[in-house]
């Protein structure tokens, strides 16, 4: 099994910054794929951003250029530094983990957090 604890959501203005972490344990950390998704009042859960066990990486078009994606090896965290964030990133992120898999979707992955608020003013 594996438990992740995400942190550093809040409120800031539009064109603020925002780093969120997520801390993995019950796993190899380098056996993991590492999403991050997000889900807004009244609409599906989406993907935002992956750290595939490779050590590829991928983001959604919405973000792309704004946010980006990062972990540490020895720490067992990985990271989403948000840039210029828009009143239309508002939403509860997750940070999602799966082994061994290259893959985008939530329903294949297998471990979540909690979720953390992320509110941007206009």
């Known amino acids: 099994q594996v438990q992740l604890v995400e942190s550093g959501g809040g409120l800031v203005q539009a064109g603020g910054s925002l780093r969120l972490s997520c801390a993995a344990s019950?796993?190899?950390?380098?056996?993991?794929?590492m999403g991050w998704f997000r889900q807004a009042p009244g609409k599906e859960r989406e993907f935002v951003s992956v750290s595939y066990y490779d050590g590829r990486t991928n983001y959604a078009d919405s973000v792309l250029g704004r946010f980006t994606i990062s972990r540490d090896y020895v720490k067992n965290t990985v990271f989403l530094q948000m840039n210029s964030l828009k009143p239309e990133d508002t939403a509860v992120y997750s940070c999602a983990a799966n082994q061994w898999r290259l893959t985008n979707h939530p329903r294949d992955y297998d471990y979540w957090g909690q979720g953390t608020q992320v509110t941007v003013s206009s």
């Open positions: 019950g796993r190899s950390f380098s056996s993991l794929t």
